[in-house]
Nanobody, 121 residues
Framework: QVQLVESGGGLVQAGGSLRLSCAASGSIFSIGYMNWYRQAPGEQRELVAGITSGGNTNYADSVKGRFTISRDNAKNTVYLQMNSLKPDDTSVYYC???????????????WGQGTQVTVSS
C-alpha cells in the first residue's frame, strides 16, 4: 500500500515562509511526477507546482518567484518552499504523485491527506 503524508503546514504572518514536505512510503518501485495542489473553501483545486523525476519544474503564475518545488529521490520526498507568503495563499495544500508499485507495470495517482496553510494579514 502506497501512502503520501504531508507535513509542515501552519499559521504564519504575511511575508513569512513555510516549508511543506510530502513523503511517499510503501512498496514502491519508482515515482514519476510529484505535484503540489491547493484548494481553498469554495474554490477549485489548483496546481501550484510540479516536478518530474528528472527535476524539471513548473509553477502556477500566482506563485512563480516565491515558491520552489524540489525532491529528494533517495527519500521519496517532495518539498515546497514557500516564501513571501500572502493571505491569498491560504488553502489546504495536497501532495500528488504518480507511483509505480512493486511487481506491477502500471503507474497510479496517489494523494496525501492535505495540510492547512493559513497566512494572516
Amino acid at each position: 500500500q502506497v501512502q503520501l503524508v504531508e507535513s509542515g503546514g501552519g499559521l504564519v504572518q504575511a511575508g513569512g515562509s513555510l516549508r511543506l514536505s510530502c513523503a511517499a512510503s510503501g512498496s514502491i518501485f519508482s515515482i514519476g511526477y510529484m505535484n503540489w495542489y491547493r484548494q481553498a473553501p469554495g474554490e477549485q483545486r489548483e496546481l501550484v507546482a510540479g516536478i518530474t523525476s528528472g527535476g524539471n519544474t513548473n509553477y502556477a503564475d500566482s506563485v512563480k518567484g516565491r515558491f520552489t518545488i524540489s525532491r529528494d529521490n533517495a527519500k521519496n520526498t517532495v518539498y515546497l518552499q514557500m516564501n513571501s507568503l500572502k493571505p491569498d495563499d491560504t488553502s489546504v495544500y495536497y501532495c500528488n504523485a504518480v507511483v509505480r508499485p512493486l511487481s506491477v507495470t502500471n503507474y497510479y495517482h496517489y494523494w496525501g491527506q492535505g495540510t492547512q496553510v493559513t497566512v494572516s494579514s
